[in-house]
């Protein structure tokens, strides 16, 4: 019905809608399948329900209301199967091979990514999407930013192994004449890819996720605050505690800053390692300090 309406107005040479706040919110919502139109019949109220005017989008055509849509099909979500978290991850990763919400879109190359790890860590972390290498070898952070990852998690006295490591977006995001470039997932893409990231960690049910960079952070907490503003606490995802930390990447780029940037993303570890109780060292507590 939703749709059909949209299409109406496409005929009527309607090519913007104006959507508030809260309508977004809850077609986000429809679109994960975290809500649905469809509604119970209610015996107090009339079956077939003009739409409330006040309901219509901002520049609808008065008189063209269409109802209000009766059920609209939650979006596609992977079905884990599988007895232990190692099959359950293995039953969604043959799934996102070829997820059509993703494919669809037609911006993103073909290649899945999954994910790489543990299967019952404590810690997730997850980055934003597979570049160059990570399409290439078919692992997460295997390229220069997972180098970086390694020796930060090296610090942290982990292993790759021990811990669980995922993108956001589960594709490589493809750019016309495309080698060795990567760019950043959008919106669209990793919302296509978030039911696999909610699942993965659903599976997981990690003590701690860590977001790597601004774009992961920004599309698990629904936010468009920068790194900077987003760091510092302890944000929630799915219930699970989640902190957020500079991209790996960001820390290749040596300058007169690089101390500073990387003294950052160890304060952000050390919290990481306070609240999954790790022994931390006063060497470990002292990395990244200016010498005085
Ligand atoms: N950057 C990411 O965010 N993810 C990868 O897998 C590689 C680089």
Redesign the pocket.
């Known amino acids: 019905m939703l749709l059909a309406y949209l299409r109406q107005l496409k005929a009527q040479g309607k090519t913007h809608l104006a959507v508030s706040d809260d309508a977004r919110q809850t077609l986000r919502k429809l679109y994960r399948g975290e809500l649905s139109l469809r509604r119970e019949p209610d015996a107090s109220q009339p079956q077939e329900e003009a739409m409330n005017p006040a309901q219509a989008p901002a520049d609808s055509t008065p008189g063209t209301a269409a109802p209000l849509p009766e059920a609209t099909p939650h979006a596609p979500q992977p079905v884990p199967t599988g007895e232990t978290a190692e099959e359950k991850l293995a039953s969604l990763r043959e799934q996102a091979e070829s997820w059509p919400p993703a494919l669809e879109l037609g911006s993103l190359r073909k290649r899945m990514?999954f994910a790489t790890g543990n299967p019952t860590a404590d810690l997730v972390l997850v980055?934003?999407?597979?570049?160059f290498q990570?399409e290439k070898q078919g692992e997460?952070?295997v390229?220069p930013?997972?180098e970086k990852l390694n020796q930060i998690l090296k610090a942290m006295g982990l292993s790759r192994e021990a811990v669980y490591i995922s993108?956001i977006c589960k594709f490589r995001p493809a750019m016309p004449g495309q080698t060795t470039n990567n760019r950043k997932p959008r919106p669209e893409e990793m919302e296509a890819c978030l039911p696999f990231v909610r699942a993965e960690l659903e599976i997981i049910r990690p003590k701690v996720v860590v977001a790597?960079?601004a774009t992961?952070a920004q599309g698990l907490l629904e936010s468009t605050e920068s790194v900077g503003k987003l760091r510092g606490n302890w944000h929630q995802f799915t219930g699970i505690p989640l902190r957020v930390t500079y991209?790996p990447?960001y820390l290749l780029h040596s300058d007169e800053n690089a101390l500073g940037e990387k003294r950052k993303v160890w304060e952000d570890m050390l919290a990481v390692m306070e609240k999954l109780e790790l022994p931390i060292t006063d060497k470990q507590r002292g990395y990244f300090q200016r010498k005085k």
Do not use: C, M
Request: avoid cysteine; aromatic fraction near 6%; charge should be negative.
């Open positions: 990514v980055g934003e999407a597979p570049g990570e997460p952070f390229g930013a997972g993108n790597l960079g992961a991209h990447s």
